[in-house]
């Protein structure tokens, strides 16, 4: 039995995400947010089972499309917004991809912050450019 089999709660790491969207983490933690989501039970019983297994480990995302009764499911309740975009205009399309590609330099940008501060505080040195405490003697 493995790790993830006896700890559902636990998490396993983002490294098929990261296969999925070509090794970009900020695309990965926002393809993992809808897992979660789902995994809360608010989409129904057989996506909330499908992103646990997924988020625990014990299946692969792509594993768990091809299982008949998570993908049905997935697709009558997808078929509400696909709906939705087909009566879109493309510039009301437009809008929504701008706004995606704002979210993503955001938290690219958030991502890039936090992996100073933790570089920092693993330095346990103060950053060489601050200009604090620099004398020429």
Do not use: C, F
Not at 43 to 59: F, P
């Amino acid at each position: 039995m493995d790790s993830a089999s006896r700890n559902p709660h636990k998490q396993v790491d983002d490294s098929e995400l990261l296969e999925m969207t070509q090794q970009d983490p900020v695309q990965a933690k926002i393809l993992r947010q809808p897992l979660e989501h789902l995994a809360s039970g608010l989409a129904g019983g057989a996506l909330k089972e499908m992103a646990q297994e997924v988020i625990s480990g014990r299946m692969g995302l792509r594993e768990a499309a091809n299982v008949s009764a998570y993908a049905e499911q997935a697709l009558e309740q997808s078929a509400p917004l696909a709906e939705k975009w087909a009566s879109m205009s493309d510039s009301e399309r437009d809008a929504l991809a701008a706004e995606g590609e704002r979210r993503l330099e955001d938290e690219r940008r958030q991502l890039d912050s936090q992996r100073r501060v933790e570089a920092e505080s693993r330095s346990g040195t103060k950053s060489r450019h601050d200009g604090r405490g620099w004398s020429l003697y």
